[in-house]
């Protein structure tokens, strides 16, 4: 067996809730929270103290301690004041995506046992169709509430002045919901001691400062932005300007307007700051790291992004399983292509998915990652929890990858998304990032088409550059051909208005699938 460990020394284990972290990082006279597009500001001390307000409110209403509270909601400084709210009162958080449908939050509420729901009146009508036959009786509004709804003020109580008692080896203060790869979205159960774990990881590594800004777009409701954000800034004693959806534009004012000196961005956002024409009217010569995470970038995408910023450019690996993060580029330095090294108090292996035997050093195999931050398990999926952490606490994380010896992190792709082409293994993420790279090309997905001779072909989906007509299937065969190995090269192609992906920036292939089966 061949255990790759961390080149940090290990992080001690702690018996705080992730609220009572949080806290300890918080400078109470500085504005830790700025709403992006109103200026709206919250102090260390506001913040504190709508948390202990509301978690007073919830107990006095019965939903407090072990009452599930579902949060539906953008990107706003109440958000965090609820998370928070409900974690300090002993309750577990489930968090949904705000652009689900009625019948998707209604799954979502039904397999969390959620107790009550709470969201802005934009998805009032949603949010009452979705509770129907949930335990959910009532809805509370961030905001002014519709007729038969509770504004959230109407909740605030009195202080709750210390945390509630809590186990927080073993209670799920959080509850997001996984994509999966197939099947209904599993409730990944994630408790206190994952959480702050996982902050106190990432914090030396990621060298985040006290009083340092960052734009978070990147959704609350994600274990991306919930954590990596929200939670790792605040308890750093840092700060976030929210935004409730990206828009470029607006992206790059408030990073200008605030000199933040990092970014956290997902795949098609370093696409879009590195082509887009709009991000040529900006100085940003103040940014010092960008990272990317959610998905894999391509190093030729990463290397033209940074050298178009005038910064460094790095990737992290996480999944929710994982609360979030096991890689990251350490101190804002990485390698081109690859996702970090190990946190502190985090082991690798790499394991062929079929023997279930450790690879040679170098060699692709199964991402395993074992440490403190694995999550408790999947809520009401034994079989999937079963499958998913194995013998001696290893999490099978499902992506493809390798080690270099430096312990840098490259992954190649999704074990079950690798396209078998004549008796070969191609992955797409390895062609998408060779297409972007190609000038008419603004954006790439790649799945596998049955065929009876070769098994699978890969089909290439592409967008064209505004302004640029789309290349041909000949075209683009032509300018691979010396890039990538002859058995890699794209079979079909379509081309489309865009790419669809979730929220976290991963491309949805089942639509693409689903799209060339209609």
């Known amino acids: 067996m061949t255990i790759y460990k961390s080149q940090f020394p290990d992080v001690a284990l702690s018996d705080k809730t992730v609220t009572q972290r949080i806290f300890e990082g918080i400078d109470p006279e500085m504005t830790i929270l700025i709403d992006g597009p109103t200026g709206r500001k919250v102090t260390g001390a506001q913040f504190m103290g709508g948390v202990k307000s509301l978690a007073g409110g919830l107990e006095e209403r019965g939903w407090g301690a072990d009452k599930v509270l579902a949060l539906m909601a953008p990107n706003i400084p109440e958000y965090c004041v609820v998370f928070h709210a409900s974690a300090w009162a002993g309750g577990t958080i489930t968090t949904i995506n705000p652009t689900y449908t009625a019948h998707e939050v209604n799954h979502q509420l039904k397999d969390a046992a959620a107790d009550v729901l709470v969201t802005i009146a934009m998805f009032a009508e949603t949010a009452k169709e979705a509770i129907k036959g949930t335990k959910v009786k009532e809805i509370v509004i961030i905001g002014d509430a519709p007729e038969g709804m509770i504004p959230l003020t109407d909740v605030m109580g009195p202080p709750l002045a210390e945390q509630a008692p809590v186990n927080v080896a073993e209670h799920v203060v959080a509850l997001p919901y996984s994509s999966g790869t197939t099947g209904l979205p599993k409730g990944v159960m994630l408790t206190h001691r994952n959480l702050v774990v996982n902050i106190d990881q990432s914090l030396g590594p990621a060298d985040v400062t006290p009083q340092e800004m960052t734009v978070a ?41 605030y000199k933040t000196p990092r970014l956290w961005i997902v795949p098609p956002v370093a696409l879009a700051l590195t082509m887009h024409p709009l991000v040529q009217k900006y100085d940003l010569s103040f940014l010092e790291q960008v990272n990317s995470a959610a998905a894999p970038l391509g190093a030729d995408v990463a290397e033209a992004m940074g050298k178009r910023l005038g910064t460094s450019a790095t990737q992290g690996y996480g999944m929710t399983e994982l609360s979030p993060v096991s890689h990251i580029s350490p101190n804002g330095k990485g390698k081109a292509g690859a996702s970090g090294v190990a946190l502190p108090s985090t082991e690798s292996r790499i394991v062929d998915p079929e023997t279930l035997m450790d690879v040679s050093p170098g060699e692709d195999g199964e991402l395993w990652v074992r440490g403190p ?37 490259f992954i ?35 799945i596998g088409i049955p065929d009876d001779e070769a ?27 010396d890039r ?35």
């Open 455 to 481: 098994g699978e072909l890969p089909k290439a989906f592409i967008v064209a550059t505004q302004g640029q007509a789309a290349p041909s299937l000949e075209d683009i065969q032509d300018y691979l051909k």
């Open 484 to 518: 990538l190995a002859h058995y890699k090269q794209v079979r079909l192609l379509e081309v489309v208005d865009e790419i669809p992906k979730s929220a976290s920036g991963k491309i949805l292939r089942r639509m693409l699938r689903d799209q060339g089966s209609a």
């Open 373 to 409: 931050q694995v999550m408790k398990g999947y809520l009401n999926n034994a079989k999937a929890t079963a499958e998913t952490i194995v013998e001696d606490g290893w999490l099978r994380t499902g992506d493809i990858a390798h080690f270099d010896s430096d312990g840098y992190l």
């Open 217 to 257: 777009f990147l959704p609350f409701f994600h274990i991306y932005g919930l954590q990596v954000l929200q939670n790792i800034y605040l308890a750093a004693g840092g700060g976030l300007v929210t935004m409730p959806r990206f828009d470029l534009e607006m992206f790059l004012n408030l990073v200008t307007e």
């Open 412 to 446: 190649t792709d999704r074990l079950k998304e690798l396209i078998k082409y004549k008796g070969f293994q191609v992955a797409p993420a390895e062609l998408e990032a060779e297409l972007v790279t190609h000038p008419s090309i603004a954006d790439a997905a790649v």
